[in-house]
């Protein structure tokens, strides 16, 4: 790294967090997928508990990194971006290597760029998880038409209520217990959320028992994301959780598929979701429905 760029262990502030997201911005722009995820993202000027990277030159942000911190048998979890008129500079390289510091943390590369995996081979890491980002067109002469929505029997389909909150988040942290992101969530996740543009409770399904609606069974969590780089407006699967007590009764698929035909209804040219690459079951229902893998994301660590 050039002697002239120096780290800082600390929260951005001030004019740093708009640097931090201009640096996003250009690098989303140049690469043609986010460096960043949401979760990382909103960690930028957030008062949870996540570490932060700035790597400066002068008082030029070039680079950064957010640690989100090991919660239960969760690692901890590393994004960087640098902005791309100062890679090649070892940027890169030493906000990894400085994250790393932490016991067992994993970093992110999403789209496994090739600059990004030049970094993790400088840094002696290997792939330990990947997540599958995979699209399905809505719309246009190559969009397969929908499968009808079929609800079973003793199941009702409903869209979301306030009331439901406790529900969710119950339902939510038993079906992904194992998740080192969507595990362990709280009313402030949900808050986060709901206090977000895209928010849209019409996008948000939830399944009961038609004699029990107030226990809810499973939900589908959709999202609309605004045009960026090439892509046009993209709806996305963004959360689906099944309560493992009802397992076993076509739940996810029927989510899946209400919220589908809500998306196309909006006139949306696609959709997208997040999987991860090992979750079998979960793939082989997005192939069936048109889905098809457009990027990978990879996490390394050292092994």
């Known amino acids: 790294m050039s002697d002239a760029i120096r780290l800082e262990a600390r929260r951005p502030i001030g004019d740093e967090a708009r640097r931090v997201r201009s640096a996003i911005e250009a690098a989303t722009t140049a690469d043609g997928t986010p460096p960043l995820s949401e979760q990382a993202e909103r960690a930028v000027d957030s008062?949870?508990?996540?570490e932060h990277l700035l790597a400066l030159d002068g008082d030029h942000l070039v680079g950064y990194a957010t640690l989100s911190p090991?919660?239960?048998?969760?690692?901890v979890m590393v994004e960087a971006v640098v902005h791309p008129d100062h890679r090649g500079r070892g940027v890169g390289t030493?906000?990894?290597?400085?994250?790393?510091?932490?016991?067992?943390?994993?970093?992110?590369?999403h789209g496994r760029l090739p600059a990004a995996d030049r970094v993790a081979e400088k840094a002696g890491l290997e792939v330990v998880r990947e997540l599958l980002q995979m699209r399905r067109p809505l719309g246009g002469p190559d969009a397969a038409a929908l499968p009808e929505l079929?609800?079973?029997?003793?199941?009702?389909?409903r869209t979301y209520r306030e009331s439901d909150d406790a529900e969710i988040l119950r339902v939510n942290n038993a079906a992904f217990s194992w998740h080192p992101e969507q595990g362990g969530w709280t009313q402030a996740e949900?808050?986060?959320?709901?206090?977000?543009?895209?928010?849209?409770?019409?996008?948000?399904?939830?399944?009961t028992s038609t004699?029990?609606?107030?226990?809810?069974?499973?939900?589908?969590w959709t999202k609309v994301h605004p045009p960026t780089g090439d892509d046009p407006e993209l709806g996305?699967?963004?959360?689906?959780?099944?309560?493992?007590?009802?397992?076993?009764?076509?739940?996810?698929?029927t989510l899946t598929l209400a919220g589908l035909r809500y998306l196309a209804d909006r006139g949306l040219a696609g959709v997208l979701l997040y999987v991860e690459?090992?979750?079998?079951?979960?793939?082989?229902?997005?192939?069936?429905?048109?889905f098809t893998t457009f990027h990978v994301d990879a996490a390394f660590a050292r092994v």
Do not use: C, K, M
């Open 47 to 50: 008062p949870r508990d996540d």
């Open 70 to 75: 090991a919660r239960g048998d969760a690692p």
């Open 94 to 109: 030493a906000l990894v290597d400085r994250a790393l510091a932490a016991p067992g943390a994993r970093v992110w590369a």
């Open 150 to 157: 079929t609800v079973p029997d003793g199941i009702t389909v």
């Open 190 to 207: 949900i808050d986060e959320r709901r206090a977000e543009s895209w928010f849209d409770p019409a996008g948000l399904f939830v399944s």
């Open 211 to 220: 004699d029990d609606p107030d226990t809810v069974l499973g939900f589908h």
């Open 236 to 253: 996305e699967v963004y959360v689906v959780g099944i309560d493992p007590a009802a397992q076993g009764r076509g739940l996810g698929r």
């Open 277 to 290: 690459s090992d979750n079998t079951a979960a793939v082989h229902t997005y192939d069936r429905l048109g």
